[in-house]
Every structure is written in structure tokens, then in C-alpha cells.
């Protein structure tokens, strides 16, 4: 058993806290805490090791037996070391005695709620994820780690257009030092390190009347917001995949043929715990995708340069699969089918009728949802206004839910259930009264701009027919 203890600013333990550290037979710390925290007869006193991932895990078997306190600040479970030791040693191991985080202090000295704040940790973190919460009379609190990071983060609120946004820098929260400084990103972008205490909080507010920003984590941002050189899904096929991705917080998606991103990107802006994997086979073009992905608040997107199939080898198995280019590959759609976790969702678009045709088919054999999409834009026509049509795309979503066995194990990360599933149906009312089985497996067919099938193997023209006769139509050839 490891038990943490939490440490005050000044070094202060509780009655309870200091019995234990009194009682250890060793001590894990940092430094600062060592020095703060009077050692007990005969006691061990260690420093964290070196790197800390790589060392920890050997340090703790060599420990294990003994009563071993480790020392952290304020709350350890607040971007501390009983985190980590959780992980490592799993909850029935570990136990944690809190002080006072520096997240309560800073909103003391603040005076914010909760309700009306966000913490963001940029502890071991690129500074880039703060322009995530970026939004007018946005409020946050950042955690850092080092004097550097408050220069780190006036630069990019200014180059975000957020010039004007008030940071207050408070050093040494809970200590006889505390300090407090304020000032705009502008000016604390000019502010040398050595004017900030090591151990501080950053308070940030966005000006209520902001003009610059791109905080909505509804999908669909302005294409604007990307930069492209034209292979990018834009705005309103992009909300579409995503709606019929469903973004969930934790959940990995695989971007396959990436292009810019923007699919990718967005999925991790729903929520700050998902991942995406955005597997790109040009170089300028993934490249792309990091810059995009930093400046839009999402800077732990992981891109892979590489041409799927093969790029897709060795990852996580995914919640869902974007597949935006590159369909028609041999074994690309395979692949993915084969990775999709169960109750995964796959979406692929397609422009070419090449594409068309192989979802088509998949669609016949599979199941899922089968949408043409449509979209159309003004733009001048001389002296007047007309509409521009964008390529037609073709877009099919599936869900994958595998048909229940009993006593079968369930599919561990990584190493995805080969047997593909199939989709169960619903069909809408006036289907079900026609006599059509509830039963069938398949999907609804969609064609938007607007032209609709309900049944998987209804052609367009004669759908209706087939449904009020209770028959499937002919097979679209």
C-alpha cells in the first residue's frame, strides 16, 4: 500500500497527514516537498527517479513490502503523482489524503465558481489545448509547470486574436510568498520568465466581445478555418459524418486519408479525452493536419504518415473510422471493417463511381446507411445571384452490432473480433404496416436533395411500389 499525502504550499500536514509521513518507513518526493516535511527516526527518504515513466515502476517492486508515504501538492488526483500511482498500482493499492488544491485556491482568489470556470492542465501538455475553451467571457485556469509557460500562452491567445484577454499569474498559492500579478496576453507575451514564480496558476478571461473565435464544438466549422489545398471535407458533409460518428469523450477515431484533418479534428474538439489517429500518405499534407490541429486547440491528434491498408497495422482498435479518401485501395475497406470495435461506426464518403459503386455493394452486404448528398452555394452570375453545385458525394455509415453469443469473451483494445457484424433494422411504420419483416437485415437508403428509399434493395423510381406491395424492389444495378 503507497499512501499520498498531500502537502500545503508551506509545507503544513493535518494531524492525520502528519502521522503518517511520521510513521513511513519511506518517503517519495520531490525536492521541495523533502525539505518541507520533518523525516521520522530511521526513515528513507527518496527522490522521484528520472525519467519519472521509465523509473517509477522499478522503483515501486524494490519498494513493495514497506510503508511508503508519497508527498504531492495540495490534492494529489489534481494533475499530481496519486494519478499516475493509481494507474500503476491499480485503486485497491493507493491511498490519498488531500490538502487543499491550487484549483480551489485560485478560484478563492479569483472569485469564480466552479460552474463558471474550466481547468485546463498543461502539466506535461502542449500549451496549445487552453485555445480549445477559447469563447467570449470564457473563464479558465490553467495549470502549469514551468516560468516559461505564461509567455507560452500570451502568444498563442495573441496570435488566436485574443490580444486583449486578461491573464493574472498567482505564485506560491497558500505560502507566505504568494504573490499576484495581472496583466493582458499582449503584455505578459513580452514578460521574461525570470518575472514569474516557478510554482504558479494562470487565471485567463476572454473579453466578453471577442470578435475572434472558434470554440463551438458543434461539428461543422467555417472550411475557413483550415488550411487546405482543396482536399478537405467541408463544412456540411463533415457535420454529417460526424453526427453519424458520434463523437463520445474517451473514444479513438481513425481519420483514414485524413487530407486536412478537419474530420479528425473536430471529433476531438467535442470533448478533451478523444483521440483520433489521422493516417495521411503525403507529406505537405500531414504536416498540415499538426498545424491545424495546434492552432484549433487539439494538438495531441496523432498523424500518421502513411498509405492505408498498411499505415492502419499495430493501432488502437477504433470506436469509429472516417474514411475520406482512398476507399477504393485494396483492402482498405476490409481493414477497417475488421478494426471496427463492436458497436463501432464506420463512415466513408465517396465522389468517384468507382466509389459509389463499392459502397453500394457494401451497402448490400452489409447494411448500414446509404446517403448521396447534395449541396448547393450562391455565387455570382453576372449581374445576378445563382446557385453552384459542389460534387455529389456518396456517403455510407454503419454501425456495427454483432449479433449476441453467449459466453463469448469480449474484444479487447487492440486486438479487434474478426467476425463482422451485421445491422439490425428498424424499418419505419408505414413499412412495417406494408408487411415488410422488421427483422431483415439492412438499412435505410437515403438520397439527399431529396429523393428517399426506405427498403435496402429498392432502386429510386419504384421504392414506393415496392413498399405498398409489400415485395422488395429490384436491385439498383
Known sequence: ?????????DGTLDT???????????????????????????????????????????????????????LASGDPLVSGIGTTLVRLLGADAVRVVPAISSVALARARMLWSAEESVVVTLVGRHEARLLREVAPGRRMLLLTSGAETPGIVADLLDAAGQGHAAITVLGDLGA??????????????AAPPSDVPPLHVLAVEIPEHTGEWRSAWVAGLSDDAFEHDGQLTKRDLRAS???????????????????????????????PTCRTSAVEADPERAARITRNATRLGVPD?????????????GLDAPDAIFVGGGATRPGVLDTCLTALRPGGRLVVHGVTLETEQ?????????GGELTRIAVETTAPVGTFTGWTPARTVTQWALTRTPEPRRGRPETRRGRPNSRR???VVTLPVNAQRAGLRTTRRGSRSRSRCVRR???????????GAALRQGTPGPRPG
Open 176 to 189: 507566505p510568498s504568494e504573490s499576484r500579478r495581472a496583466g493582458t496576453a499582449r503584455e505578459w507575451a
Open 358 to 366: 463499392l459502397l453500394a455493394a457494401a451497402h448490400r452486404t452489409h
Open 301 to 313: 491528434l496523432q498523424v500518421l504518415q502513411g498509405r492505408a491498408p498498411d499505415a492502419l497495422t
Open 421 to 423: 457484424g451485421r445491422a
Open 16 to 70: 492525520t497527514a502528519a502521522g503518517l509521513v511520521r510513521d513511513a518507513e519511506v518517503v517519495l518526493g520531490g525536492s521541495r516537498h523533502l525539505a518541507l516535511v520533518p523525516s521520522g527516526p530511521d526513515q528513507e527518504r527518496l527522490s522521484w527517479p528520472s525519467p519519472l515513466a521509465s523509473g517509477l515502476p522499478p522503483l515501486l517492486e524494490r519498494l513493495h513490502g514497506r510503508r511508503v508515504v508519497a
Open 1 to 9: 500500500m503507497v499512501t499520498v499525502v498531500g502537502v500545503d504550499a
Open 453 to 463: 428509399s426506405n427498403a435496402p434493395n429498392a432502386s429510386r423510381t419504384e421504392s
Open 241 to 271: 459524418a460526424l453526427a453519424r460518428l458520434g463523437p463520445a469523450p474517451g473514444q479513438l477515431l481513425w481519420d483514414v486519408g485524413a487530407g486536412a484533418g478537419s474530420v479528425g479534428i473536430e471529433w476531438m474538439r467535442a470533448h
